[in-house]
């Protein structure tokens, strides 16, 4: 009994302390994303490997064995061989393809498609499940949902271990969206419940954001060097064990089993969908990461059918762009608060339209890393500005429960990776890749204007007082007109006085 006090008082500090909330949420974030992106680089490769090569009559008898969780086994080295030899070209040594570019074309156009939808599924789950997550979280706290996400992604990264088909594929991936919509949704809103000092939310998020860039990091290049050297089923082996931590971090220093609702009664969805200082965040937060979400199925097939790269580089492809958005959400989590955070998105969304464009220019992985470092940097400075902005509107224009504008802030992050892929896909078969990044980058510049809305959003006259005592705003950026003049009156009558 002695020896249990020091672990219970341990818990009772950590159940108390903001900072390790946010070490969860962190943790929560990065899984997440991770699973996110360690299957871009494999399922495209995965699918050409079982499908298109399974049903090629000139293909060796051991590759069909080569399906679910092939271990070990570079997944092009059996089909480049013979490609190759067949061309006439030669093959490298043993492991990814050496120039040989693949055969099947038409293929590989039907499987952007395929690859968009898969992909979107997790969105679309999203879209559907957040508005509820939003209102169960006022009603019986974050900490249960937080649970229950945990959960349900541990679920889903076993089962893409083990998944041999694209309609598990697809299954898993859906499944990700559910549990990603409690743990992001309670996530998010539990940190702006501990962090109420708006200067603090802002880093708070920034540095949870950064749990989401690093997981987007790891994830592709991981996912693509893994799968080529150890195994399909590998990757997901590893985040399901990383998972399992994650849920014992959950029941130590949250409490899944208590049943805390919010104080405050939430204002209803609808409000805040008619809200248009809203909107224009969610819109923001949706076409900034509408642009990298288009890339993910597309990128690694537009390379595979002009650059002709090795398995590896697929992955590596988006290094640039998680190195740049891991440092852009932590520098701008507290820049974005002095510099006004409407500017910082305004800038970000002008900067991700001309990466965008950039990009089909590029004639091999290297000419890649510039346009997708100014991607990942400006979609950085987008997130850390959009997401504390949410939490303050709400303070400023509505009552202070964080659940529900968290779950539209989501389902505006969902909107892009919906859209995005599942779209995608088509306008790369009508018109190919290039205009597809035009489209997409012309679309973040126009829109970018609108972010000077959010410069002086006016509050509501009953939160005016309480805001100014509670949490006061530095920058200019987000203080009414009305109110500078009221102080400036009072200040004189006191000078006065």
Known sequence: PLAMCPVRSWLATGRASP???????????????VLLTVVVPIVPTFL?????????????????????????????????????????????????????????????????????LLFASKALVQLLVNPWVGVLTNRIGYHIPMFLG??????????????????????????????????????L????????????????????????????????????????????????LV????????????????????????????TPVSTLLRDPYILVAAGALCFSNMGVAMLEPTLPIWMLQTMCPPQWQLGMAFLPASISYLVGTNLFGILANRMGRWLCSMIGMAVVGISLLCVPLATNIYGLIGPNAGLGFAIGMVDSSMMPIMGYLVDLRHTSAYGTVYAIADVAFCMG????????????????????MVIVGALNVAYAPLCWLLRSPPAAEEKMAILSQECPMQPKSYTPKEAQRESSLTAEAENVE
């Open 417 to 436: 990776f919906a859209v995005g892929p599942s779209t995608g896909g088509a306008v790369v078969r009508a018109l190919g890749f290039p205009w597809l």
């Open 150 to 187: 945990f959960t349900i992604m541990f679920l889903s990264t076993v089962m893409f271990a083990f998944s041999g088909t694209y309609t598990l594929l697809f299954i898993a991936r859906a499944l990700q969206g559910l549990g990603s919509s409690f743990s992001s949704v309670a996530g």
């Open 19 to 33: 900072r390790l909330v946010l070490a969860v949420v962190f943790v929560a974030l990065l899984l997440d994303n």
């Open 48 to 116: 050409y490997t079982t499908e298109y090569e399974g049903a090629e009559s000139s293909v060796s008898p051991a590759l069909p064995e080569a399906t679910p969780a092939s271990p070990g086994a570079a997944p092009f080295s059996r089909s480049d061989t013979t490609t190759s030899a067949g061309n006439g070209t030669g093959s490298s040594p043993p492991g990814p393809p050496s120039r040989g570019c693949l055969q099947g074309g038409e293929f590989l156009a039907q499987e952007n498609t395929r690859v968009g």
């Open 189 to 236: 809103g539990l940190l702006a419940s501990v962090y109420p000092n708006d200067s603090e939310r802002g880093r708070a998020m920034g540095i949870a954001l950064g749990g989401l860039a690093l997981g987007v990091l790891i994830g592709a290049p991981f996912g693509s060097v893994m799968y080529e050297f150890v195994g399909k089923a590998s990757p997901f």
């Open 239 to 266: 985040l399901a064990f990383l998972a399992l931590l994650d849920g014992a971090l959950q029941l130590c220093i949250l409490q899944p089993s208590r049943v805390s609702p919010e104080s405050t009664k939430a």
